[in-house]
């Protein structure tokens, strides 16, 4: 898709609906994943009002995250599971008025923008959330084939005049330049559920065939730092995948896995958050899909390479598996490790 981008977003004069005023909060999606992909919205954002003053409302757990984009002026944030009450409190709080404001989903954020008042309040008229928008923006989804799920942030935009689908909206920092030895991350994990997960026998044998074929690499697990993840089964994996890989996946939170994903040569994941992270840095990744559909949430950008073996039954989007894990015993080692030695070669090029 990005190689038919064009380079500049042309100018609207004309917009369908005029986003006021020169300051404007967004609320945050509360999903990880979905905040990654919400990130080239702000970038849309941001070229397309590129005066704004543009703040990002969202939990505690996000801050890293948001404060890492440049396109941003500044990040407010409020404690997990915060009501609207306590949210409209700290927004009020803040030195700026706001006069817009656009909001994905249905939030305690997106109550918040009401109670103090925002004046325009824009966002889709989804259930529950129609309410609490004094501009609604409703967009008519005609039958096609899956969409990926970055079109529904940035479609929202274009409804506002702006053109978000260029190269720069989907642009990440350059990475930090790679060891000359691999440093390769794993994730098993998912917060998705257990079906979501590639086999952990296969990362062990992913590690021996990479070895075997390459000679020694610096492997290190991580994980998104979500509380959905258990303690207890980071250590399950650590267990059996052994001393040759480094657990990380307990240190630290998010701001740790931010900084720590740049530095390495490349991803090996499971269908999770910490995929779409990578994404969100532009780190080379291969991710392993099972019951969810990579054409509708595969991490962005070219770099992510997807590996699936598409059985009757996927995507199903179940959390745990009703038959035998069909969809995930179906990606070989080979199959992996194939994409891996592509992502190291784009690294190291």
């Known amino acids: 898709m990005s190689s038919k981008l064009p380079d ?14 020169g300051s404007l909060c ?16 702000i970038r849309a954002l941001r070229h397309f009002r590129s005066a ?9 757990s996000q801050l890293p995250l948001w404060q890492g984009m440049s ?16 949210i409209a409190q700290i927004i009020a709080a803040y030195d700026i008025q706001f006069d817009a404001s656009i909001c994905w989903e249905l939030s305690e954020a997106v109550k918040a923008f009401q109670r103090v008042n925002i004046p325009q309040r824009l966002g889709y008229p989804a259930k529950g959330v129609e309410k609490y928008l004094t501009d609604p923006i409703h967009v008519i989804v ?4 899956i969409e990926h799920r970055v079109r529904y942030y940035l479609n929202l935009l274009s409804h506002l005049g702006a053109e978000p689908f260029v190269r720069q909206t989907f642009s990440t920092p350059p990475l930090k330049a790679p060891a000359h030895k691999r440093l390769i991350a794993l994730a098993p994990a998912s917060e998705y559920g257990v079906a979501y997960q590639w086999p952990i026998d296969k990362f062990k044998e992913l590690i021996e065939a990479y070895e075997a074929s390459y000679g020694e690499a610096d492997w290190v697990m991580l994980s998104s ?3 959905k993840i258990s303690a207890k089964q980071n250590e399950v994996f650590r267990n059996l995948l052994g001393e040759r890989v480094v657990d990380e996946a307990a240190e630290g939170g998010l701001e740790q896995v931010l900084s720590r994903l740049p530095s ?3 991803l090996v994941s499971s269908d999770n958050e910490l995929a779409h992270l990578a994404a969100h840095v532009g780190l080379p990744a291969v991710v392993v899909f099972g019951p969810n559909e990579p054409e509708w949430k595969r ?37 992996v490790l194939t994409q891996l030695e592509a992502a190291l070669a784009e690294r190291y090029a």
Do not use: F, W
């Open 8 to 21: 500049v977003a042309p100018s609207l004069d004309r917009p369908l609906i005029q986003m006021n005023g």
């Open 26 to 41: 967004v609320a945050a999606p509360l999903s990880m994943s979905e905040a990654c992909l919400a990130a080239p919205a």
């Open 52 to 60: 704004v003053t543009m703040v990002v409302v969202c939990p505690e």
């Open 71 to 86: 396109e941003l002026n500044d990040v407010v944030v409020y404690p997990e599971n915060a009501p609207s009450r306590k």
């Open 142 to 145: 005609e039958p096609g084939p």
């Open 225 to 227: 730092g979500s509380d």
């Open 264 to 266: 390495c040569s490349a």
């Open 299 to 335: 991490p962005l950008g070219k770099q992510s390479r997807v590996v699936r073996d598409h059985v009757a039954c996927s995507p199903c989007y179940l959390t745990q598996c009703p038959l035998d894990m069909r969809c995930q015993d179906g990606v070989s080692v080979q199959m």
